[in-house]
């Protein structure tokens, strides 16, 4: 009897679990979690991200053609109080990060983006933004200060509101990610965690395409050139 007690509170446990580790959903959630109890040795294992790299290529392509661009403009100064521009990033694949430290799906999330940005460096820029609950601008700094120690973020990040959140069509949850090509289009926008297969197979997907325009930069210096 007392097998079977402990064994109902672990499922319990587990379903009181299932939000903390999807997303943080504004209203409630929206996919459910998917658990792998396997045991596979190397060769298995091997195998199996073969497998599930070449079903995130499929599910990406699928998403890529099916998704409808939104409009994405990053204008304001991060937690060194740089300018953190998105159209400085013309020609480089962004992935914008919505999160806040007291998510923990968003910090679920963060060692893979600090793993993509270190292995893409001159190709991809992962950009934080973080929306603190609380109103005091002073606490909400030194939370996502810390933050940023403790997962080693090499990235920049800066502080947003709900207000900026309200700009994202059909904005619903935390983490949503958007993904933008070298040309400044975000072409795709997941919530919640999804498989770290699935964001590489993204990334890759939109790495592999050739920029469509010239950034501001090269079009001054074309302009230059040909300027008599």
């Not at 953190?84 to 893979?112: A, M």
């Not at 959140?165 to 975000?186: A, H």
């Amino acid at each position: 009897m007392e097998s079977f007690i402990r064994l109902g509170l672990a499922v319990a446990t587990i379903g009181l679990g299932v939000s903390s580790l999807t997303g943080c959903s504004i209203e409630k959630i929206k996919a459910p979690f998917r658990f792998s109890f396997d045991k596979a040795n190397s060769t298995d294992l091997s195998t199996s991200q073969s497998t599930a790299l070449s079903s995130a290529d499929a599910e990406v392509a699928r998403d890529l053609s099916e998704f409808k661009t939104l409009p994405l403009d990053i204008n304001m100064l991060d937690t060194q109080g740089q300018p953190l521009r998105l159209s400085d990033y013309h020609g480089k694949i962004v992935v914008v990060d919505i999160w806040g430290t007291w998510c923990g799906p968003c910090r679920r999330v963060i060692p893979h983006l600090v793993s993509m940005q270190a292995k893409h460096p001159a190709d991809l820029q992962v950009i934080g933004l973080c929306n603190e609950r609380t109103a005091d601008l002073r606490t909400a700094r030194s939370q996502l200060t810390r933050a940023v120690e403790d997962f080693g973020i090499n990235y920049p990040c800066t502080l947003i509101d709900d207000q900026w959140t309200r700009k994202i069509p059909n904005f619903s949850g935390y983490p949503t990610m958007l993904f933008v090509d070298r040309d400044g289009k975000v072409r795709m926008s997941t919530v919640g965690v999804k498989s770290e297969a699935y964001y590489d197979a993204l990334v890759n997907q939109l790495l592999a395409e050739p920029p469509q325009t010239q950034s501001p930069s090269a079009r001054t210096a074309s302009a230059q050139q040909q300027s008599p």
